[in-house]
């Protein structure tokens, strides 16, 4: 099966090309120095190049922040991209994969949220993520929407052809490599205790998304290891496995001066079967714990 992975450069695609290529799937490889995903002609000519019977859309500005100052920006890649790579895949009968986030619901639930449950998203990040949903649903008969949320892991080394072990200065870091960073050079680390979410092994994710490519699955489908937590605990849970647990404070969101509201509680939940694939990922405490083991199992 010929698929073609657009963002594959990404935290999330850095992980799911190497277990595409172990699973001998044909995989076609698109960073943003290969397509430009807000202008549709792009799109065009760079996949009907390729010819692929699945699409994977991992692009995205995904810096909250940015998207809140640069809303344009935001919705051309996030929204029109999707739409535009949607429409090639509906010209040639492709099955069309879009990567999504937790950010699409507004944290009021008071629990995880489902795929059943309805986005309102409460920042321009979450809205160009989920108007990309719709464009995508209009546009393609074949589609599969996959929400991941708080994705940590280390970008895939392309050269060694190795996962490397989470290490010190890496350039392209997740949160829980940021924070370590910072205690080791002596700093205190102070993170929110009050916003909570679904940390997800981008690993385990791609795994998962394996699976559901294989089947060919459509429909909205969360990808999240299994719990919810805050910013704070995860914190705690990364430092108690290196050793650095005394270089940790807690604060309350209210400290941090962010332009862009946060879901208090973005949390994802998987059901049990999605078109016959478990996605039922393992609790975000083995998958931390499996980050840092010399194995990355």
Known sequence: ??????????????????????????????????????????????????EPEVVINCAAVTDVEICQAQPE????INALGALYVAQFCARVGS????????????????ESYTEDDC?????????SKYAGEMLLRQACPQWLIVRMASLFGT???????????????????????????K??????????????MSPTYARDASRALERL?????????????????????????????????????ARSSHDYPYTARRPKDSSLRSSEKN?????ILRPWQQAIVGYFDGKHQ
């Open 1 to 50: 099966m010929r698929v073609a992975v657009i963002g594959s450069s990404s935290l999330f695609g850095s992980y799911l090309i190497p277990i595409l290529h172990d699973e001998q799937y044909d995989v076609i490889s698109i960073t943003h120095n290969d397509i430009n995903c807000g202008d549709p002609e792009s799109v065009r000519v760079v996949l009907a190049s390729i």
């Open 73 to 76: 920006h935001a919705f051309r």
């Open 95 to 110: 099955l069309c994969v879009y990567t999504s986030t937790d950010f699409v619901f507004d944290g009021e639930k008071g």
């Open 119 to 127: 986005p309102n998203p409460i920042n321009v990040y979450g809205a």
């Open 155 to 181: 970008i895939w080394d392309q050269e060694s052809g190795q996962i490397p072990r989470p290490r010190f200065g890496h350039s392209k870091r997740s949160f829980v490599d940021t924070i370590i960073e």
């Open 183 to 196: 205690a080791r050079m002596g700093e205190v680390v102070r993170v929110v205790d009050d916003i909570y």
């Open 213 to 249: 490519v294989r089947q060919r699955a459509t429909g909205i489908v969360h990808l999240a290891n299994a719990g919810r937590c805050s910013w704070y605990e995860l914190a705690r849970e990364t430092f108690e496995i290196v050793g650095l647990s005394h270089f940790l404070e």
């Open 275 to 279: 078109d016959g694939v478990d996605t």
